[in-house]
């Protein structure tokens, strides 16, 4: 494969850089423990991304430990293995054109939902917001190849969760940029966490489908500043 030109270089400078930010907003955020858990990012105008190299700290983490690949998981750029999911992101990548961030997590709350292969119904606003709906979950799949990258895919074709549970494993969250699918890997967790402890007292209340669809338009398309 060529070397990429000056411009796509520089891209994948900044991108390393931005990983070791996302990545330790994980560790911030009570997502990960030990090595377990990648976040990755596209790089654009290249069918290349950028991810977390196999089994290295996070506190060891720096730019030039990130790994580069092409979007069939084939290492570019990098001195260190990139991780085991890598080939689950770059399905992903290929397969969803607006996708420019994966994460994957082992957050406690989400694998328990995880573990018993069961949604997370769409109960309180703040899912209505981020996940326009229920949290799906897609059937297990065995790690180091492109079968969770399928079933990720599968899980999210018709839904507008940017976050599925992937069976006995955990989160599998995308985003337009690397951040974003932190943000929904952290909202995630919270919203597995709520709804988790509301079952606990009794059987939550749904939210009305419109009421849904409203609530997420306006997260969307107009909370915050624009």
């Excluded at 994957?104 to 939902?113: C, G, K, L, M, N």
């Excluded at 337009?176 to 007292?201: F, G, N, S, Y």
């Amino acid at each position: 494969m060529r070397a990429p030109s000056a411009d796509v270089a520089e891209t994948i400078a900044q991108i390393r850089a931005s990983l070791v930010r996302a990545h330790l907003d994980l560790v911030r955020n009570g997502l990960v423990v030990w090595t377990g858990g990648n976040v990755s990012a596209r790089v654009p105008g290249a069918e290349l991304m950028v991810i977390k190299p196999s089994g290295v700290d996070y506190d060891d983490l720096t730019p030039e430990s990130m790994v580069v690949c092409d979007l069939h998981g084939r290492v570019v750029e990098g001195d260190l293995a990139p991780s085991s999911d890598t080939e689950a992101h770059a399905y992903i990548y290929r397969h969803m054109p607006a996708v420019g961030g994966v994460t994957h997590t082992h957050s406690t709350y989400a694998v328990a939902w995880a573990a018993r292969g069961e949604r997370v119904p769409c109960v309180l606003t703040a899912m209505a917001d981020e996940f326009g709906g229920d949290i799906p979950v897609a059937p297990f799949a065995m790690i180091g190849t492109d079968a969770i990258g399928k079933v990720v895919v599968a899980a999210l074709r018709d839904s507008t969760s940017p976050a599925v549970l992937v069976q006995n494993h955990g989160p599998f969250t995308v985003g337009r940029d690397a951040r974003a699918a932190v943000k929904a890997a952290v909202m995630c967790e919270d919203v597995c966490r709520t709804v988790h402890i509301a079952r606990q007292l009794g059987e939550p209340l749904p939210i009305a489908a419109d009421d849904i669809r409203q609530l997420h338009d306006r997260y969307q398309n107009a909370y915050g500043q624009r």
